[in-house]
């Protein structure tokens, strides 16, 4: 029988990821609110259905013949987007987001309009030209973001916002879209530990900041319950998930710092790498390539083997958040009418987060890998395993 884990959190902090002056407002759950609900396949550990809530109406069936057909113009309303330093082809989380934005133009008919930031110098000004240029909903996307979101979401209260990673803000215009990933990174741990054949597996992040450390908390932990039930000994170099350190490149888009790291990683025997920064997988990537190594690598917010095939080969499984469906249900509720702000929480249960499959890979798992991942979930969402990461953000009842 699965033994009741807990493990011990650094720094408890009540109502999201930073504590506010005078305590915090909870705004209601968009897991209580009607909404559409938009299903997408995750691979072999399961069918995940995204949505901003759980006990929606599911949609009536289109008309027949209706398929295909051209959405209506609704080019008067206009969704607007604004990315971190990663940019829109990090086949990651700027990316996924970006592909919600372009579902609302395609079947929605709205006009959209977007912004790629450079650097973090670029966002208090991108957000302010997507203000002037009459967004009715601007998708911020990243924690990076978060102070430029609120002085702009604080200036302009007619304006609806919704970002991504961020679970602290303040207002009624503010949509915050969070996605419990550490739940998911526990199982990619586990199955990363069993896969090892060298005893040593890797991450590295971006920056230290909680979107990033929620992934290397998750795998960490997920690493340290399969040594206690399996008896092994399988060491993870990168991160310390009690001390809070690690390995970071200090921005997401110094490929040749991960390039660094990663050959760091490779020379201590480590064959289970995770990267988490958003398009800093390249540098890992090719890291192991060029050393002819026979190391993996995870993916992180979308299936990476699907996202850039250059990499297929050597990714072992993504840890995914459903970015693309939520954010576009977070502009569809702008559109009718229904935005009312909050805060969204994706998990293992509402199956905002998952794994993806392990495709070639799947093979070289050890005998009831899949069926010991079924268990481990189902014991996240019951409440047997707890306590995996201090940056989860809380699901608001």
């Not at 009536?60 to 969704?79: H, I, K, L, R, W």
């Not at 208090?124 to 601007?138: A, E, H, K, R, Y």
């Not at 070639?360 to 019951?382: N, R, S, T, V, W």
């Amino acid at each position: 029988m699965t033994s009741v884990i807990a493990f011990p959190a650094f720094s408890p902090v009540p109502c999201g990821r930073r504590a506010q002056p005078g305590g915090c407002h909870v705004a209601r759950s968009l897991l209580s609110r009607p909404a559409l609900t938009r299903t997408a396949a995750i691979g072999a550990v399961g069918v995940v259905a995204f949505a901003l809530a759980a006990c929606g109406q599911a949609p009536d069936e289109a008309p027949a013949g209706s398929e295909g057909a051209a959405p209506e113009d609704n080019s008067d309303f206009t969704a607007c987007m604004v990315s971190d330093e990663g940019g829109f082809n990090d086949k990651s989380f700027n990316e996924l987001s970006h592909d919600g934005l372009e579902q609302a133009e395609e079947e929605l008919g709205v006009s959209t309009l977007e912004a790629e930031s450079q650097s973090p110098d670029d966002y208090d000004s991108n957000l302010t030209t997507m203000v002037q240029q009459g967004c009715n909903i601007v998708v911020p996307v990243g924690f990076n973001l978060a102070d430029a979101t609120q002085a702009a979401a604080d200036a302009n209260p007619e304006v609806h916002f919704a970002i991504v990673d961020v679970d602290y803000l303040e207002g009624d215009n503010l949509l915050q879209l969070n996605y419990d990933t550490a739940q998911a990174a526990f199982m990619a741990g586990y199955a990363a530990a069993g896969y090892s054949k060298t005893g040593t597996v890797a991450t590295y992040g971006g920056d230290n900041i909680p979107t990033v450390t929620i992934f290397m908390d998750g795998f960490a932990r997920g690493v340290e319950y399969h040594n206690e039930q399996k008896g092994t000994d399988v060491q993870v170099i990168g991160w310390n998930p009690d001390t809070q350190t690690g390995e970071f490149v200090g921005n997401f888009s110094d490929n040749a710092r991960a390039n660094q790291i990663t050959q760091g990683f490779l020379a201590q025997n480590a064959d289970v790498i995770l990267p988490v920064g958003g398009p800093l997988y390249q540098g890992g990537a090719e890291a192991i390539l060029d050393a002819g190594s026979d190391a993996v690598i995870l993916g992180v917010d979308s299936d990476l083997a699907a996202a850039d095939e250059r990499y297929a080969d050597i990714v072992l499984v993504s840890i995914m958040k459903g970015l693309d469906v939520t954010v576009f249900e977070a502009i569809e509720q702008s559109f009718n009418g229904e935005f009312e702000g909050g805060y969204y929480t994706g998990t293992l249960e509402n199956e905002g987060v998952g794994l993806s499959g392990f495709g070639a890979f799947e093979g070289e798992l050890p005998e009831g890998m899949l069926e010991e991942l079924d268990q481990i979930k189902a014991d996240i969402i019951d409440g047997t395993i707890t306590g995996i990461s201090d940056a989860s953000p809380e699901v608001q009842e």
